[in-house]
């Protein structure tokens, strides 16, 4: 029995042209491993709007129900050249209910629950997703669940990384995210150190009200004397940052170096001998990245991505890590959302306007059923 | 029985008065494992210029006999802000003849011996160095033995580096450098795959007279393309640059992602999986490094420097390969030079706007005796 649903549709073509529209598409039964899962919500993450929209022009777009065409500047279009002609599905990740299961134990063991998934059609009002990366929500709505993979586990993926480097403490530049705030309760619980940078100062009250103990702000005058401050008390030297553009991490390096001059002894033309490690793991600027001198070469600038980090450590500390998403969906691991957007309004101009800014803890989430 | 000799010295102060000037040292005798060097010649690296003469205003400098004093630029002078008041010697390496010893073995086993050594005061008639960092040169003379350590370490560190991660190709940014020569010499030995970027004909026609099989020249209008061939013909994904500021780091992650990116089957949004590495290791251009988006997330950018590197791989390793650097002095490890300076003539205004621009193979050799 063919289950048929809307589902969201991204092109480029090679003169630049994007056309991203609903169609409609008919599922098989699912067979083997497969479940046929119901989306009844899914996020809208910055690593799924370099697809959605990416560097185009979106002010002179054409909108119309269910779709919008709009032209991807010359630099840009050349930039994303592999995927010219491609047409591509949507949507990291989301909740659903399971409507249809292969046959296999795994499958029909989540049949009719309510999953979280990452199938990577999220913007879809069906996805076929694999059993063994469903996590069941139990009681928990779909929304609840919606977020449960992307943020999460990339915020535990930064204590893994930490841990495993043999650090104690972490810097991150953009604290007061849904991710951020993931992340401030996680070294809580765990006992790591965290430095936070933020913009603002509600954005501080709001970390130090989760009971974040380091937060710098760099809308203040002394931001870096509040961010040498927080690397003295915690020893960060280790820290992760999803903007990438402009001088965040450059920084960040140099407060860290700041901090091991201070405990020097004896001068080196070389800067410190203190390894200071930063990972960029999103691109929210799209400018370079700009590293001035500074801060010796004791330093390590690496990307940072979501899915090669999980191949890295493997199914065991990888079904650890969705355990205790499960259970601690709705404490540690809370998304918010500003606003609830059918796969139509998602696409109307008022809505990418709003969404394709994304500006700290205003995060959209689609609802395919309304 | 003390010894009294000239010394080069360069302080800089809080006010950004740079001066470099020479003065009488006397040493005492050697103890220990110390040895007396007479320091018979010395080399001007570009790891020694920024002690020397750094950001400052050289046109306008005062120059005197055995003497400059120039102006710091503010930023330049707020950045070394941890060497302010300090007097500090210069001059990484050299050779000369051992002339006293101190009661050890090894210290007695060198007296009278031409050695090579990396004292940190090389430019002065007299040094005191430990017998266990001095490189016995046996027939050859001073000259070939000045650069026996920067330059050959740092290539072999290369090499070995890229070796203990895996790797069985290297790229170099600036390949006709004295080091580029040398690294060209050993990957062709080692049979380690080298990518070889220059800026003139006249450089690739001279690696090319080397043995070098992969030349790109940045001043080719097909640059790129020379670049991504000699990437895709060895896999070189892991690569070192000198240059630090500027697009150099840049244009490298980019040609192997696009090399990278031509072998997959299937497209991704945050591009290729493959493994980009790239290494900083000097501070030609003191610009800030661009790192621009379109080669994914899968890369890493260090800084590299000799000594905590050759802290990392331990005395054996060290060992073996100073004995190869020993053992092919004139031939795999030769360096060449422009001029020959005495320590009066480095402080003169000719050779400092000379030395300070470090063009490519344009190296000096300062002799302290003439």
Redesign the interface.
């Known amino acids: 029995m063919a289950t048929t649903g809307k589902h969201l549709f991204t092109t480029l073509e090679a003169d630049g042209t994007l056309t991203v529209s609903l169609e409609d598409v008919t599922f098989d039964d699912p067979t083997g491993s497969q479940v046929l899962v119901r989306m009844e919500a899914a996020p809208i993450n910055p690593s799924d709007l ?2 959605l929209v990416g560097g185009a022009d979106m002010d002179n777009a054409e909108y119309s129900p269910g779709k919008f065409v709009a032209k991807m500047p010359k630099q840009a279009n050349a ?1 994303s050249i ?2 010219h002609g ?1 047409k ?1 599905p949507a949507g990291n990740e989301g909740a659903g209910t399971v409507i249809a299961a292969g046959d296999s134990d795994a499958a029909q063991a989540l049949m009719g629950q309510r999953v979280s998934c990452v199938p990577g059609n999220a913007y879809s009002q069906y996805c076929m997703a694999d059993a063994g990366t469903c996590l069941p929500l139990g009681d928990h709505a779909s929304e609840e669940g919606a977020s449960a993979f992307v943020n999460p586990m990339t915020a535990l993926g930064f204590v893994e990384n930490a841990r495993a480097d043999g650090q104690d403490a972490i810097l991150h530049t953009v604290g007061a995210s849904n991710l951020g705030q993931m992340l401030t309760r996680i070294c809580r619980e765990d006992g790591i150190g965290l430095v936070n940078i933020v913009r603002k100062s509600d954005q501080a009250d709001l970390l130090k009200d989760l009971g974040a103990a380091h937060v710098a702000n760099s809308s203040d005058e002394d931001f870096m004397d509040q961010l040498t401050a927080a690397i003295r008390d915690t020893g960060a030297s280790y820290g992760f940052d999803p903007v ?2 402009g001088k965040l991490v ?1 920084t960040a390096f140099k407060a860290m170096e700041h901090v091991a ?1 201070e405990r ?1 002894t004896e ?1 080196s ?2 800067g410190s ?1 203190q390894q200071k490690r930063m990972f ?2 999103g ?1 929210l600027d ?1 400018g ?7 801060y ?10 979501l ?2 980090f999980l191949q890295s450590v493997g199914q065991d500390a990888m079904d650890r890590m969705r355990r205790r998403v499960r259970d601690n969906l709705t404490t540690t691991f809370a998304s918010h959302y500003k606003e609830r957007v059918t796969l139509e309004e998602m696409l109307t101009k008022d809505a990418v306007m709003d969404y394709r800014t994304m500006r700290t803890g205003e995060k959209y989430l689609v609802t395919p059923w309304g």
Chains 1, 2 share one sequence.
């Open positions: 370099a697809i930039a592999t995927r491609l591509l990438g553009g450059d001059i020097m001068y033309r070389y001998n960029i793991y691109r799209t370079a990245t700009i590293l001035t001198p500074g010796g070469f004791g330093w390590t600038l690496s990307g940072w991505l899915f090669p």
